[in-house]
């Protein structure tokens, strides 16, 4: 079965750092596409980063110079290193990937929340 | 002005057709983009429905109904998610998707209500 599974989350103080997991089953996270997607309370989707099955990375311009995608292939698992944390990085953090089509974000996890609070 | 652009909200009744719309900014061609629509309820992670660019290039999510269909509407420069047959459970918000400058980009949703 396909699965798409984060953690990770939690309450940080604004400044801190937080490195969030998704552990996939199902597929090889290096084989494919692999997205972060935020989503703030009451808010609509926000896409983050996303890293290329050959290693090229984007990210939002929100989250430029403080985040950083990464991915571990010996434990199938994709990260994001978040560093700086502000108010505004508040969020629930969802992993998504091109699964069952060739782009896009077909499988998507739970997603982990993200609090960022003094 | 935002790169997509849809209606916030958008009612319809039980059984009858709904027509959600995800505009693309101008000076952006809606007949070179890929769009992806996306429903997702209180709660729930998103549910991928389908990726529209004509039709000898779109494709339906798994196990997404046919009632669920992509289109364009080339002269407002605009994707389309049409629903038909409503049910109570189509009641949901709704996103478009498209890449953009080496990015994704997302619509800001529109919640359907079905009444």
């Known amino acids: 079965e396909v699965e798409l599974v984060e953690s990770g989350g939690g309450l940080i103080q604004p400044g801190g750092s937080l490195r969030l997991s998704c552990a996939a089953s199902?597929?090889?996270?290096?084989?494919?596409?692999m997205n972060w997607v935020r989503q703030a309370p009451g808010k609509g989707l926000e896409w983050v980063s996303i890293?290329?099955?050959?290693?090229?990375?984007y990210y939002a311009d929100s989250v430029k110079g403080r985040f950083t995608i990464s991915r571990d292939h010996s434990n199938n698992t994709l990260y994001l290193q978040m560093n700086s944390l502000r108010a505004e990085d508040t969020a629930v953090y969802y992993c998504?990937?091109?699964?069952?089509?060739?782009?896009?974000?077909?499988?998507w996890g739970q997603g982990t929340a993200v609090i960022v609070s003094s | 002005q935002a790169v997509l652009t849809q209606p916030s909200s958008l009612s319809a009744s039980p059984g009858a057709s709904a027509s959600l719309t995800c505009t693309l900014r101008?000076?952006?061609?809606?007949?070179?983009?890929?769009i992806y629509w996306y429903q997702q309820r209180p709660g729930s992670p998103p549910r991928y429905l389908l990726r529209?660019?004509?039709?000898?290039?779109?494709?339906?999510g798994s196990g997404v109904p046919s009632r669920f269909s992509g289109a364009k509407d080339a002269s407002a420069n605009a994707g389309v998610l049409l629903i038909s047959g409503l049910q109570s459970d189509d009641e949901a918000d709704y996103y478009c998707?498209?890449?953009?400058?080496?990015?994704?980009?997302f619509g800001g949703g529109t919640r359907l209500t079905v009444l």
């Open positions: 998504a990937s091109p699964v069952f089509t060739d782009y896009g974000m077909d499988v």
């Open positions: 199902g597929f090889i996270v290096s084989n494919n596409f």
């Open positions: 890293l290329y099955s050959g290693g090229t990375i």
């Open positions: 101008s000076g952006i061609n809606v007949g070179a983009y890929r």
């Open positions: 529209y660019k004509s039709d000898s290039d779109k494709q339906q």
């Open positions: 998707m498209t890449w953009h400058s080496s990015a994704w980009v």
